[in-house]
């Protein structure tokens, strides 16, 4: 607004300054309508994270490669136990049987408590295999303490390894066989009527009728002399 003074004593009227109106530029995208958001700072991408163990079974996927497992299945070879496990274990995680004894490694290590890495883990002869089919300890060499081994009786005497005395004549499989050279598969070996433990109970000779030579056989004799 112009303000002057009058030389003459009078004030000169004020007059509005003409200013020209400007008119708002308009974006292309304000005058079609379409809302504009201006541009915000460029969020940080967080880092992808490579899981190196996808399976969760110990070990990473290089390594399994490496030795033939599959780095996306915990158990390869479908055993019961993890990849990672049997590497501790020193089992081969390709293998169900490692040791080739006729059991699992998983049965070998949680069930019969015998050693995967080791066919005859009791080292009787008997693969720990066999031992569990015929119902012998595979961690013991003489599982019913008769004096004879697993292995022999299985293989040689013919007695049960499971059973003290087989024939049930009051005398061990291992007595009979080592020290009176008795039958152990026969409760009465001289067949006179007497069991072997009785005849030796009544100081008879188990493998003679008449041990005393009384011409009485040894079942009539109240004791036996030899």
Known sequence: IFIGVNFSGGFVRSVPSATPSVEPTLTYKEEVGE??????QT???SPQIIDMDPDDDGLDTDYEKSIGTDPNNDDTDRDGLKDGYEIELGTDPLEKDSDNDGLDDWE???QYWTDPNNIDT???GLEDGKEVNIGTDPRDTDSDNDGLSDKYEFYNSGTDPTLYDTDSDGLSDGVE?????TDPQDYDTDSDGLSDGT???KRCDPLKTDTDNDGVNDNYDVICYK
Do not use: L, M, Q, S
Not at 35 to 40: A, D, E, M, W
Not at 177 to 181: A, E, F, H, S, V
């Open 177 to 181: 066989i080592r020290t009176y050279k």
């Open 43 to 45: 969020e940080t991408e």
């Open 199 to 201: 005849e030796i109970d």
């Open 122 to 124: 009791d080292a009787d």
């Open 35 to 40: 809302v504009y958001n201006p541009p915000t």
């Open 108 to 110: 070998e290590v949680n």
